[in-house]
């Protein structure tokens, strides 16, 4: 069957929101190797988005599969929050283990979103507030409890009458700390307690706009003035993806929440704190007052072991940030000349070039893909194409993806 027939068979069953409608150039996925995909007509594809992250070592990574063949007579599902697994203790402490000392307690959850509002409810019992700064264009997932503070209209619109706005207020990204502390004081005359400021060290969606490490640093100045928890969302960035682990490594977060890249591409993510804090959660006497049926799930706990070992043992955080860096300077000095180029940007293997018009975005992901490579828009208008590939990509590769994309965005010059 061609792309088009198993296109066709998807838009009989699915919901219309849930895959993107490409009815021009339909293309459904069958296989993968490292950083190649294969379509159902046997077509390839450099893939340089890697799981949206979510894939540090690429598809089927040996040391991964060799995990999952070796489950035959290991735990699939556990009782996460009634019997834990041998896993899940490894897969936290593992996780740990990678991180500055003063964060020493962690909850598993499956999503990204859900460990943003683990956070949030952490920070809630912790403080006993309830109020929340976020910063405009950012990304937090898009369940109902972390709607509120994903601050873009395009998500939340649709859902405005279940939000509760009064307890939220968005700010611009890097903005004066004092406009921080104008909106917390906003909060006190509303007679809302503070519990939190949540922030993207470096903003996903939001175009991979980074922030500066003194404004991050003001941030735990205030939180510390304000008796409010800062929680970093490191879903997208952390473990390699922006050249280094965690951002809580030069400031000292409160909570910090990671995903994608721990999983190995298998669904978890965890929310990280310390001990004083956590320990605002009752103790689980038999009924946990925030659980999941997958969490802890010890298949995804044992991939996750593999993928963090793997991660060390072939210094992926650093060669994310060498290659990225080298990479990084090739596309500023091929792409830079063009004058639909607005910038191009990026830590580690995190690199967006953003366009002057965010069709010319949308137009070379499109030809891209014709050329045989994978990459989507970011960005608060679709102004960027983002490259976040895995972290182990060869740099072969990686010069193909430069070629075609000076080729690409030479003949979108000439059509302006």
């Keep these: 069957m061609t792309n088009k027939e198993w296109f066709e068979r998807l838009l009989r069953v699915e919901s219309?929101?849930?895959?993107?409608?490409?009815?021009?150039?339909?293309?459904?996925?069958?296989?993968?190797?490292?950083?190649?995909?294969?379509?159902?007509?046997?077509?390839?594809y450099i893939d340089m988005i890697a799981g949206f992250g979510a894939l540090p070592l690429g598809h089927n990574n040996d040391a991964i599969q060799n995990i999952i063949k070796d489950n035959s007579n290991k735990l699939v599902h556990g009782l996460g929050d009634v019997y834990a697994s041998r896993f899940k203790i490894e897969f936290i402490e593992k996780i740990l283990s990678f991180l500055p000392s003063y964060?020493?307690?962690?909850?598993?959850?499956?999503?990204?979103?859900?460990?943003?509002?683990?956070?949030?409810?952490?920070?809630?019992?912790?403080?006993?507030?309830?109020?929340?700064?976020?910063?405009?264009?950012?990304?937090h997932g898009l369940d109902l409890g972390c709607l509120a503070i994903t601050a873009n209209p395009?998500?939340?619109?649709?859902?405005?009458?279940?939000?509760?706005?009064?307890?939220?207020?968005?700010?611009?990204?890097?903005?004066?700390?004092?406009?921080?502390?104008?909106?917390?004081q906003k909060f006190r005359e509303q007679g809302i307690k503070p519990a939190g400021i949540v922030v993207e060290p470096i903003q996903g969606r939001g175009g991979f706009k980074a922030a500066s490490i003194a404004w991050l640093q003001s941030l735990k100045d205030?939180?510390?003035?304000?008796?409010?928890?800062?929680?970093?969302?490191?879903?997208?960035?952390?473990?390699?993806?922006?050249?280094?682990?965690?951002?809580?490594d030069e400031v000292e977060c409160d909570l910090v929440c990671f995903g994608k890249a721990i999983g190995g591409g298998m669904p978890i993510s965890i929310c990280v704190g310390n001990k004083k804090h956590m320990d605002a959660w009752p103790i689980n006497g038999g009924e946990a007052i925030h659980t999941?049926?997958?969490?802890?799930?010890?298949?995804?706990?044992?991939?996750?072991?593999?993928?963090?070992?793997?991660?060390?043992?072939?210094?992926l955080v650093n060669r994310s940030q060498e290659i990225g860096s080298s990479f990084l300077a090739e596309l500023k000095k091929s792409l830079g000349?063009?004058?639909?180029?607005?910038?191009?940007?990026?830590?580690?293997?995190?690199?967006?070039?953003?366009?002057?018009?965010?069709?010319?975005?949308?137009?070379?992901?499109?030809?891209?893909?014709?050329?045989?490579?994978?990459?989507?828009?970011?960005?608060?208008?679709?102004?960027?194409?983002?490259?976040?590939?895995?972290?182990?990509?060869?740099?072969?590769?990686?010069?193909?993806?430069?070629?075609?994309?000076?080729?690409?965005?030479?003949?979108?010059?000439?059509?302006?």
């Excluded at 405005?160 to 890097?174: D, R």
């Excluded at 205030?222 to 809580?248: M, N, Q």
């Excluded at 072991?305 to 060390?312: G, V, W």
Aim: charged letters at 20%; proline letters at 4%; one cysteine or more.
């Design 292 to 315: 999941g049926t997958f969490f802890g799930h010890p298949l995804s706990c044992r991939v996750g072991i593999e993928t963090l070992e793997q991660i060390k043992n072939l210094d």
């Design 154 to 184: 395009y998500f939340q619109n649709s859902f405005k009458p279940w939000l509760n706005a009064n307890n939220v207020q968005a700010l611009p990204f890097q903005c004066d700390p004092q406009n921080i502390r104008k909106a917390i």
């Design 337 to 416: 000349v063009y004058s639909c180029i607005q910038d191009i940007r990026g830590k580690g293997l995190m690199i967006a070039i953003e366009f002057k018009k965010a069709e010319h975005s949308i137009s070379a992901m499109l030809e891209l893909r014709s050329q045989g490579v994978f990459l989507i828009p970011c960005g608060i208008r679709g102004e960027c194409v983002s490259l976040t590939p895995a972290l182990n990509i060869s740099e072969s590769l990686l010069d193909e993806v430069h070629n075609r994309l000076v080729e690409v965005i030479a003949r979108l010059e000439k059509q302006q």
């Design 16 to 44: 219309s929101d849930a895959t993107w409608r490409s009815e021009d150039f339909p293309i459904v996925v069958e296989c993968a190797k490292d950083s190649m995909i294969w379509d159902v007509e046997g077509n390839p």
């Design 103 to 139: 964060l020493n307690r962690a909850v598993l959850a499956v999503t990204g979103s859900q460990a943003v509002e683990l956070a949030m409810k952490t920070a809630i019992l912790a403080t006993g507030g309830s109020g929340f700064i976020c910063f405009k264009d950012a990304y």
């Design 222 to 248: 205030i939180c510390k003035e304000e008796d409010c928890l800062l929680i970093f969302d490191e879903v997208f960035t952390g473990f390699g993806r922006s050249g280094r682990v965690t951002f809580a």
